[in-house]
T-cell receptor, first 116, second 116 residues
Framework: KAGVTQTPRYLIKTRGQQVTLSCSPI?????VSWYQQTPGQGLQFLFE???????NKGNFPGRFSGRQFSNSRSEMNVSTLELGDSALYLC???????????????FGEGSRLTVL | AQTVTQSQPEMSVQEAETVTLSCTYD???????LFWYKQPPSRQMILVIR??????QNATENRFSVNFQKAAKSFSLKISDSQLGDAAMYFC?????????????FGKGTHLIIQP
């Protein structure tokens, strides 16, 4: 079974631009969540989607947004990029349903965003 | 809000020896999951071990075991017979197990060095 796939793996943007990152979850997983990892702040929760609905959101400005499609694939978008948005963005999926809630998240390899 | 604290930024152990990584957390909930994730230099986060708060028995996965003290809100990871492949960042994480749960709350991580 294929793991969580994130694209692109690396990208460089300039301040003020926007970026879209993509995540394909493990087949059958309907929950997708996003995390930002930086040396200073560590790993921080961005948001979680389940069956195309945002179920929860972390403490990030409105420039950070996301969505989930009917096939459970998810995208996150960051508009008006700032230098501080440089980070590794991790996507994770989980299997949820009757008798299947283990709480475990399966992570992708991440998208490394550099803002110049 | 829940918090997770890892007080050891870096630990070093000789190959084949045993090492214990510390983690404390704070929550007002009674039902939750605790995890230890490993992030090697390749960056992909891998689950090492998980513990459900309602279970008194400590989880064990081969050379990895935890010491879960619910009243003390402590969740340490013991790695026995350390191997070079165990070198990585280790993150302790918490997740509420209720419906519409937030994402994972991570500690800042412990960098584990294995001395050959």
């Amino acid at each position: 079974k294929a793991g969580v796939t994130q694209t692109p793996r690396y990208l460089i943007k300039t301040r003020g631009q926007q970026v879209t990152l993509s995540c394909s979850p493990i087949s059958g997983h309907r929950s997708v969540s996003w995390y930002q990892q930086t040396p200073g702040q560590g790993l921080q929760f961005l948001f979680e989607y389940f069956s195309e609905t945002q179920r929860n959101k972390g403490n990030f400005p409105g420039r950070f947004s996301g969505r989930q499609f009917s096939n459970s694939r998810s995208e996150m978008n960051v508009s008006t990029l700032e230098l501080g948005d440089s980070a590794l963005y991790l996507c994770a999926s989980s299997l949820e349903g009757p008798g299947a809630n283990t709480g475990e998240l399966f992570f992708g390899e991440g998208s490394r965003l550099t803002v110049l | 809000a829940q918090t997770v604290t890892q007080s050891q930024p870096e630990m070093s152990v000789q190959e084949a020896e045993t090492v214990t990584l510390s983690c404390t957390y704070d929550t007002s909930e009674s039902d939750y999951y605790l995890f230890w994730y490993k992030q090697p230099p390749s960056r992909q986060m891998i689950l090492v071990i998980r513990q459900e708060a309602y279970k008194q028995q400590n989880a064990t996965e081969n050379r990895f075991s935890v010491n879960f003290q619910k009243a003390a809100k402590s969740f340490s990871l013991k790695i026995s017979d350390s191997q070079l492949g165990d070198a990585a960042m280790y993150f302790c994480a918490y997740r509420f197990s209720g419906g519409g749960a937030d994402g994972l709350t991570f500690g800042k991580g412990t960098h584990l060095i294995i001395q050959p």
